[in-house]
């Protein structure tokens, strides 16, 4: 009740925690002293002077004299809380809830054998798992789901916000995880739409990375694309490696080794086709990391924001110094202080 006689709403710290309504009142603060300066000189040069023969030891100081400028004070303290309180001095805490639907992202790895060469650094599969980490780090209230196959598909995260769990996921990505060999591409794509089949998200997607073609698995790749889409699953598909001879380990002598390497980009093309996505071709690290990159950008959620302003005004607290100001004043205008003799 009576927290307004704090001496703390006089700090300056106070008055620099505060957020002002109306700033322009603040600069007529400036005016005052300027303002009783003119005053002071027209009373000085107008006020009645008396010839009074005094002298040296009769001339002297009275104390007394100088309650005459206590009304003056009130009166300029009066004033400044006027244009405090009018300033209006606030503080204000502010809060920002940020929430988007999110979409749900399933990102299919191929570990094949093939997997190993090294047109991109170190291999093809040490790259990928470095784009995943970057694309899942970018992500905002997504759920991220992750499966991996060779011969056969396998669900290694469901989706999930946890971006550091799937990280981790990441880093334990392996080519022994899976036994049998070859490349399930129609079986990682079921896979992965059987994650996203109960999902009532608006926007579904499924992101496979493979560098070969189809030739294991009982599932047709064509024929899971068309199940994927009838979810709602877009496809975003992602051919990794170069065509033609492809640096893979060295040989006896020290010297790099290539092997073939062939794609069926037609397959993978198609794929992304049906799911209304879009085919990608990476040849090294940074164009696979660019891939990614647009993905990122295509398949961004609307995040929407809620502010909270929580104001408080504390003009009331330099108005009631103001009236206190203004009946001390008012007490003392027609007492003997206001009278004192000047010397």
Known sequence: ????????????????????????????????????????????????????????????????????????????LLATMLIIALARPQQTN????????GIDIMLA????????????QPNRLMAAKEVARNFVKGRFQDRIGIVVFSGDAYSLAPLTTDYELLKG????????????????????????????????????????????????????????????????????????GQQ?????????????RYVDNSMDE?????????????YFRATDNATLQAIFDRINNYEKAEIKENRFRDTKDFYHIYLTWGIIFFLIWLALRGSFITNALED
């Open 109 to 120: 790895m191929d570990i094949s054998e093939s997997m190993q060469l090294q047109d991109f």
């Open 1 to 76: 009740m009576f927290d307004w006689l704090h001496w703390k709403w006089f700090l300056p710290p106070t008055f620099a925690s505060y957020t002002w309504e109306n700033p322009f009142y603040l600069y007529v603060l400036l005016l005052l002293p300027l303002f009783y300066a003119v005053r002071w000189l027209l009373h000085f040069s107008s006020r009645q002077k008396l010839e009074i023969a005094l002298t040296e030891a009769e001339a002297k100081d009275d104390p007394m004299a100088w309650l005459r400028h206590i009304p003056s004070a009130m009166m300029t």
């Open 94 to 101: 502010e809060q920002v809830e940020q929430f988007s639907e």
């Open 266 to 278: 037609t397959t993978l093309r198609e794929i992304a086709k049906i799911g209304e996505g879009q």
């Open 169 to 240: 996921y990441i880093n334990e990505i392996n080519f022994d995880m899976i036994q049998n060999r070859g490349t399930a591409i129609g079986s990682a794509l079921a896979v992965a739409t059987n994650r996203m089949r109960e999902s009532e998200t608006k926007s579904k997607v499924i992101i496979l990375l493979s560098d070969g073609e189809s030739n294991a698995g009982n599932i047709d790749p064509l024929a899971a694309a068309k199940l994927a889409f009838a979810y709602g699953v877009k496809i975003y598909t992602i051919g990794v």
């Open 244 to 256: 033609g001879k492809v640096p893979y380990g060295t040989d006896m002598f020290g010297r790099p």
